[in-house]
DNA sequence: TGCAAAACTGCAACCAGTGAAAAGAAACAA
DNA sequence: TTGTTTCTTTTCACTGGTTGCAGTTTTGCA
């Protein structure tokens, strides 16, 4: 089953074994045929009949890998949370809670940046798409607040002494909550990646220094 | 068409038709018939079939209420956003950001509180159903989302001079970021509405002080 | 080579959602 | 009241995502 991101090796071995292999290969077939189909004739009008069909697989084991059609999309979601857990999880001597969420937030624009996973390098086109989708843009909303959800539980394990556990919810929610929805209004107009970089920077900063310093 | 809350009204006079009356009976049945379904035998075990002979109209009618399913259950949203809006549009003299914000907050607990719209008392059972049906909670978490687009244009548009436009989405997405996610935390245990409404306190001083404030 | 597990296929069924045409009901004008 | 116009609902047919199931193929391993 398509349910684990990362391969299971076939014994002790260090090598999968040909049915591994199989799979991932069907996996990224997939992906990438249904991103470029999505790209060139729209999301809504491509039916998983025809990705099925480019990834050279029947209809039904398309859903032996993805749970549903919005999925394809979202299909390095688990590993970057896995992420920022982790990161979270192995707490620096003395860091501060505000310095563990920045370095979060650092580590995982710079696994966005560098993706090269699965030889894939649309990732501006997988933007566009959520962006646009209403279908998508649900989906995306729901992987995130979980994936908050994740953090916060993994903050609060860090700090267990400091912080409660809603008062890590609240602090996961603000800092995030306030990034998205600035990089969100800034992707309005078009703009460069340097320019979003600098809003989201911007966007912690309000969030970290507080809203009373703003008007 | 549903899409109007406001009743459409005959002329100029005051009194809705026979026309319109029959719309809200309609509309109120669909919403009550739908929740109670719900309720009775679960989200997804309910049939749009099921919810329209309720209300004695025919599948393809509900679909002139309703835009999907899952769109019963927030039949206010457009209404509670509406408020928020309106709230931030006539901004007091002196009012500071943060100010403005508390009381759009504010007037929009009070409205939740105090809800009596539509002879509906099962408010407790609505917010039960979004919470654990994640077909509904991803809508939620959408028309969240659009709701705070609209506020972050209307506070820019309240402070033109003091607040950029991603500046002031950067403020409502971490407020209500920190909220929804400290209140989403909360709601894991069983807790009295007043517990849930200090917790919410509680975060939007986080966001407002600052993170910084926190470890 | 043979067997068990894993993966894949085809098929039938269910249900949400949509388009179009026809029927029904209410509003309006004369 | 009657005829006309406009809005709403119904009926019907159809698409497409999703699931359960039963049977077949492929792979791993002894």
Redesign the pocket.
């Known amino acids: 089953?398509?349910s684990e991101t990362v391969a299971?090796e076939?014994?002790a071995s260090g090598a999968?074994?040909?049915?591994?292999?199989?799979?991932q290969r069907?996996r990224q077939a997939l992906i990438e045929g249904a991103l470029r189909l999505f790209d060139e004739k729209g999301y809504?009008?491509?039916?998983?009949?025809e990705i099925?069909a480019g990834a050279?697989?029947?209809?039904?084991?398309?859903?032996?890998?993805?749970?549903?059609?919005?999925d394809v999309v979202f299909f390095d979601t688990k590993e970057r949370l896995q992420l920022a857990v982790a990161t979270i999880a192995d707490r620096q001597p003395d860091e501060t809670v505000v310095g563990m969420l920045l370095r979060v937030i650092n580590k995982s624009f710079e696994q966005a940046a560098s993706y090269q996973d699965i030889t894939f390098d649309n990732a501006a086109l997988r933007v566009r798409l959520i962006l646009t989708e209403p279908a998508l843009q649900a989906r995306a909303l729901h992987l995130l607040f979980d994936s908050q959800l994740h953090m916060a539980r993994a903050l609060h394990g860090a700090f267990p002494d400091r912080l409660s556990d809603t008062d890590a919810a609240a602090a996961v929610g603000a800092l995030i909550g306030g990034i998205k929805l600035s990089v969100m209004v800034s992707l309005e107009e078009e703009r460069s990646i340097e320019d979003v970089w600098s809003i989201a920077r911007r966007a912690s900063e309000i969030a970290i220094s507080g809203l009373h310093t703003l008007g």
Chains 1, 2 share one sequence.
């Not at 999968?16 to 799979?23: F, V």
């Open positions: 089953m398509g299971a076939t014994e999968p074994g040909l049915r591994e292999r199989k799979k069907t809504e009008e491509t039916t998983l009949a099925a050279e697989v029947s209809t039904r084991t398309f859903f032996s890998y993805f749970a549903s059609k919005e």
